[in-house]
């Protein structure tokens, strides 16, 4: 049972086949199932473990980003960094709240957030030393979103999926500001195309590992295609994702950091793909363990951000209840 009185908090139904069975049929007809609605357990604990990581991610995401607000090479620049950055943040709002219509708190799934109980994207724990890593982000790393929540547009939980729509919409803006930001920086002096290549070099691979683990080691993804909550396995979306991206650094200059990149024909039933290299899965599990660059700061910044906020929430919680009791 999750935190009382909040929309969707669990009711005990019983899980006989008949209930399971009935379940799958409403899936297996595309049907959005709704916050009332009676859900399997695991079904609604598979929600809330990747809604709070999707919004935990958005929010952490602003931090490597912020970080460049100041020191933005234009007005111009600086306009679309705070915008994209903003954005970020209001995704993290929409998805704590469709999180939240399936019964857990916001302040719990903070706490799991800040106690490393809940996860949160791994490519947030790398670190943006230079302008260009604006741009490899907005590229790569929204990029690589947009082809991992499209999909989830059509998510069988209707909230998760109406929430990603706009999320998918700003996400496309923001995939093309960095592209813009890359473009530009590869047309600009020698300095500049070489800081464009070393951002390029440094999140390839970590945009990459975004995806999660191979197909063969995910633990969620073959329940979660049956409930039509992902429609496509990790390394179905990361296939999708090198062959949409290599042709754009090709177009603009900048070669990928993989020396196995290779057209492959016979890939994607004769239409044609890219071969690439083994993924570093060391790597990736190590920063999903807490332990890559910037693991420590991002959860010290978040929890400084919740410790100072909390005379907000205690002062909007204080109003809530005051009209609350005028009104009754
Ligand atoms: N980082 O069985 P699997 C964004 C975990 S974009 C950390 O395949 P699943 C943004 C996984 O949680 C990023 N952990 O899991 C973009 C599981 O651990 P638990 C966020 C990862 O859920 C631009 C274990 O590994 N996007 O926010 O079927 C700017 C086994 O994995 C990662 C979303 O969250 C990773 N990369 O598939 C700002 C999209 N990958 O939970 C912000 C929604 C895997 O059992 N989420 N793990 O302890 C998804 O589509 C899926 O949850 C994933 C993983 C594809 C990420």
Redesign the pocket.
């Known amino acids: 049972m999750y935190s009382q009185g909040l929309i969707g908090a669990e009711t005990e139904t019983e899980e006989t086949a008949e209930f399971l069975d009935a379940f799958q049929s409403r899936i297996d007809a595309e049907e959005k199932i709704e916050p009332n609605d009676p859900m399997p357990h695991a079904y609604r604990k598979?929600l809330i473990?990747?809604?709070g990581?999707?919004a935990h991610?958005?929010i952490v995401?602003?931090l490597p980003?912020g970080n460049w607000i100041t020191r933005a090479p234009s007005l111009r620049r600086k306009v679309a960094l705070l915008a994209k950055v903003q954005d970020?943040g209001g995704?993290g709002l929409y998805l704590y709240s469709a999180a939240e219509t399936l019964g857990v708190s916001r302040e719990q799934m903070t706490e799991e957030l800040l106690s490393g109980t809940a996860?949160?994207?791994?490519?947030?724990n790398y670190p943006t030393p230079t302008w260009a890593d604006i741009g490899a982000?907005g590229w790569l790393?929204?990029g690589?979103?947009i082809m991992?929540?499209v999909p989830?547009c059509r998510c069988s939980y209707g909230p998760y999926a109406r929430a990603m729509i706009r999320v998918c919409k700003e996400?496309s803006f923001?995939q093309r500001q960095g592209y813009e930001l890359m473009k530009s920086l590869t047309e600009g002096n020698e300095d500049q195309k070489a800081m464009a290549q070393d951002a390029l070099n440094r999140w390839w691979w970590p945009s990459l590992?975004?995806?999660?683990?191979s197909d063969t080691?995910?633990?969620?993804?073959d329940q979660?295609m049956k409930w039509k909550i992902?429609r496509f396995t990790?390394d179905e979306?990361r296939q999708k994702f090198v062959d949409a991206t290599v042709p754009q650094a090709a177009l603009i200059g900048l070669t990928m950091p993989d020396p196995d990149l290779t057209w492959n024909q016979g890939k994607n039933n004769g239409d044609g793909g890219y071969d690439f290299g083994e993924i570093d899965w060391d790597e990736?599990w190590r920063?999903?363990k807490g332990h890559g660059m910037m693991n420590k700061d991002r959860i010290k910044a978040r929890k400084k951000a919740w410790d100072e906020g909390k005379w907000v929430r205690d002062a909007a919680l204080a109003y809530a209840a005051k009209q609350n009791s005028k009104a009754a």
């Open positions: 598979t473990r990747m809604i990581q999707h991610s958005e995401g602003m980003e970020e995704h996860k949160y994207s791994s490519i947030f982000i790393v929204d690589a979103a991992n929540q989830l996400e923001h590992m975004m995806f999660g683990p080691a995910s633990q969620h993804s979660s992902k990790n979306l990736f920063v999903v």
